[in-house]
């Protein structure tokens, strides 16, 4: 099983600010399988990079991704006030699919 | 629209079975993978495993092998997660999910509560 490693657990950071989380896997995964989802409270996760940078439908240009074989990052460039939320990256590389176990982005 | 519409909030008893149901439209169900993803209270999303409705391939996480069962009816667009006996730690809130052309899981229902009491 790929084991999905995400850092920081928790991320206080003010509006305007860019953030950085990371997603490491235990052993390499193709891009291609590698995405990002955002969780606020009460609501089901929403798609947000999948294939390692490529931005889902709808999603605002301030959301990027990168990396590649073990190391994945997801970047806001601009914090918004409805970006506060908590962010998980996943792999559907190799069965099982894992989740990372989350970054909670939080107001500084 | 594309959709999956999940079944109510379920309050069951341990020992009890359940099935709880996940219903696609404005999509062609018999071509894309549903997941399942249980989310315990305060915790985080665990994968539980997917389903192909198309031939009903069915690939489970090993935490939840024989635990759980799978299935999709495809001629109502639904798919399926059963319990035969629940425990109380089976409390949480499941969520299916389409695996999109893109290989991510790009639908997501609004999930289904499930609680168990002792």
């Known amino acids: 099983e790929i084991v999905m490693t995400q850092s920081p657990v928790t991320l206080s950071l003010s509006p305007g600010e860019r953030a950085t989380l990371s997603c490491r896997a235990s052993q390499s995964v193709t891009s291609t399988y590698l995405s990002w989802y955002q969780q606020k409270p009460g609501q089901a996760p929403r798609l947000l990079i999948y294939?390692?940078?490529t931005r889902a439908s709808g999603v605002p240009a301030r959301f990027s991704g990168s990396g590649s074989g073990t190391d994945f990052t997801l970047t806001i460039s601009s914090l918004q006030p409805e970006d506060f939320a908590v962010y998980y990256c996943?792999?559907?590389?190799?069965?099982?699919?894992?989740f990372g176990q989350g970054t909670k982005l939080e107001i500084k | 629209e594309v959709q999956l519409v999940q079944s109510g909030a379920e309050v069951k008893k341990s020992g009890e079975s359940l099935r709880i149901s996940c219903k696609g439209s404005?999509?062609?169900?018999?071509?894309?993978?549903i997941a399942w993803v249980r989310q315990m209270p305060g915790k985080g999303l665990e994968w539980m495993g997917l389903i192909y409705p198309g031939d009903s391939d069915t690939r489970y996480s090993p935490s939840f092998q024989g635990q759980v069962t799978i299935s999709a009816d495809k001629s109502i667009t639904t798919a399926f997660l059963q319990w035969s006996s629940l425990k109380a730690s089976d409390s949480a809130m499941y969520y299916c999910a389409r695996r999109g052309s893109s290989t991510a899981f790009d639908i997501w229902g609004r999930g289904t509560m499930v609680a168990v009491s002792p």
């Open positions: 404005g999509y062609s169900f018999t071509t894309y993978w």
């Open positions: 996943q792999q559907d590389y190799n069965l099982p699919y894992t």
């Open positions: 294939g390692a940078s």
